[in-house]
């Protein structure tokens, strides 16, 4: 152990470790933050004093390029926009990896398990990044966010990664000929925009998670096809968070892996909503509203994605504080899926300034509906569809979901009664304890504030 | 089997179940910078870009590709880890 970057590299890996350690607590995840970083740091220097590395110039120029477009991206992007840039970030980790892949390919055409190691990181690396270009399109609303299906869909897309798997045997049993690796190539970056076409909105908490336990994987792949046991660990540890957290997801919307991918979620269905959105429903004014809440012990606010769209967080605050001084208890229930990424709500209403203490998980705070004054849902459907409980025909039958109905009031602020993105309709709208509240979540709530004081 | 891969495999085979462990303890809230604090781990692999675009005797095509994976691993580092930071600092107990 002579080398100064044999020891760089360990403290890298050590700090890796101990920063997703302490990331697990929101006392000492900024701690988290820091050591990541420097183990970063260390990989980087110890990298550049490597003696295999010998020109520097153009690394330098290209880091001082990538944090001068790094930087901004990170702190000019609303926080809304987590998801989106979360899905760009992806996209250069999963290039980068396939690159060096490539450059490692011809640089000298590798055999046996570094060949297998290379295809693996080199498919991963492409498939993932144009499956992240497409879901941060589709985040970002560039591209179609309803799920585009076609007759054969699935087929086609097995039978093209099939063609690509074999294509990866054929250089790794011999040396192919020099068609191969590009066509390779195409059929991993094809594959992944085929991968995003049909999935929707909201599964895409669970492909984003897929597809960081990709990344982490293509450099895992990349550790092994360079005998570099740092990327190794750092990729493994992605690829279990990633894995983990579309796990969580799944399990959230009580579906498969197989069938997020494969099952195009999301279509209409037309007939039971026609049938449905004939039966009347209670609206109610913004002063109705206030002055029930005026009158309320507890409430419980089910905040949704188009909370985020609305950018209502900001005067959610408002209310909850109103409502605080007046001695009423205000809570929020965070469902696992709720929003475009694990955990996004939990980030907006921290940028609220509400303090996560008064954050709870499904399981924790279900019970608590039953004994709750109000349940007051801002821009989540599927989420507290009580259909999930008993409607064996319901596309999200089985799906653990908030038990909102259960509250003594529920009032659902919605722009319209057009349902979601899913398509489903809701029965929770149509309940006797149910009030619908029309109108932007924004300026709704905004009004409630203002109407508060009278009462 | 080469002892250097044999070593590698030993590695994975504890970095796994270590990674499956840490981040199962990680509370729900905190998912989203989890997975913008892995997302930034993971563009370690700036390591064999930089390996591949500054090796002795680089073609001109391993330099390109090397020094484009560089700086879209940069992209990832920077911007993954001022992102988790960024979010962290919103992240408070209780009322003032």
């Not at chain 1, 000019?76 to 840039?85: D, E, K």
């Not at chain 1, 993105?421 to 409630?448: C, H, P, Q, W």
């Amino acid at each position: 152990m002579e080398q100064i970057w044999q020891i760089a590299y360990i403290v890298a890996a050590l700090s890796i470790v101990g920063s997703i350690k302490w990331l697990s607590s929101p006392a000492t995840a900024r701690r988290g933050v820091m050591a990541g970083q420097f183990g970063m740091l260390f990989a980087v220097v110890g990298t550049l004093l490597r003696a295999e590395v010998v020109d520097y110039e153009w690394i330098l120029i290209s880091i001082f390029i990538g944090a001068a477009i790094g930087a901004p991206l990170a702190y000019l992007m609303p926080m809304t926009a987590v998801p989106q840039l979360t899905a760009l970030s992806h996209a250069f980790g999963a290039l980068a990896a396939a690159l060096v892949g490539t450059a490692e390919y011809y640089k000298n055409i590798p055999t046996g398990f570094t060949m297998t190691a290379l295809v693996i990181e080199t498919v991963l690396g492409y498939l993932t990044f144009t499956a992240s270009i497409m879901a941060f399109g589709k985040l970002q609303e560039i591209v179609p966010t309803r799920p585009i299906t076609y007759k054969g869909q699935n087929f086609v897309n097995i039978a093209l990664l099939l063609f690509a798997v074999s294509l990866g045997v054929w250089m790794i049993v011999e040396p192919a000929p020099s068609w191969v690796f590009p066509t390779f190539t195409g059929l991993s970056l094809l594959f992944g925009v085929l991968l995003i076409i049909p999935i929707g909105g909201g599964d895409m908490p669970t492909v984003i998670a897929l597809l960081n336990s990709y990344a982490g994987a293509a450099c895992a792949a990349m550790g092994f096809a360079l005998s570099n046991r740092l990327l190794i660990i750092a990729g493994a540890l992605n690829a279990a968070s990633g894995f983990i957290l579309s796990v969580i997801m799944c399990k959230a919307m009580n579906r498969s892996f197989l069938n997020v991918l494969f099952g195009a979620f999301g279509q209409v269905q037309e007939g039971a909503s026609a049938q449905m959105s004939t039966k009347p429903v209670h609206s109610a004014t913004a002063e109705d509203a206030a002055s029930i809440m005026a009158g309320a012990r507890k409430i419980i606010v089910v905040p949704g994605y188009g909370m985020a769209v609305a950018q209502a967080q900001h005067k959610l605050r408002e209310l909850t504080d109103a409502l605080t001084k007046r001695g009423v208890e205000v809570r929020f229930a965070i469902h696992p899926v709720a929003g475009r990424m694990p955990g996004h709500m939990n980030v907006l209403l921290a940028e609220a300034d509400i303090p996560y203490d008064k954050m709870h998980e499904m399981e924790d705070i279900n019970p608590d509906f039953a004994e709750a004054d109000i349940a007051l849902v801002i821009g989540a459907n599927d989420v507290v569809n009580p259909a999930a409980r008993h409607d064996t025909a319901s596309p999200i039958f089985g799906m653990p979901i908030l038990d909102v109905d259960k509250a003594h009031t529920v009032m659902v602020i919605k722009r319209s009664m057009n349902p979601g993105f899913a398509g489903i309709d809701n029965e929770l709208y149509y309940m006797d304890r149910t009030l619908m509240l029309f109108g932007d979540a924004k300026s709704f709530v905004a009004e409630i504030v203002k109407e508060l004081p009278a009462h | 089997m080469s002892p250097e891969i044999e070593m590698s495999l030993y590695v994975l085979i504890l970095a796994v179940p270590l990674g499956l462990q840490l981040v199962q303890r990680v509370s729900p809230l905190l998912h989203t910078p989890l997975m913008s604090l892995t997302n930034a781990i993971s563009a370690i692999s700036v390591v064999g870009a930089i390996l591949v675009a500054g090796a002795a005797g680089a073609s001109k095509l391993s330099q390109v590709l090397g020094c484009v994976a560089v700086v879209a691993s940069t992209i990832n580092i920077v911007s993954g880890f001022l992102i988790t930071d960024r979010m962290l600092k919103m992240f408070r107990k209780k009322d003032k």
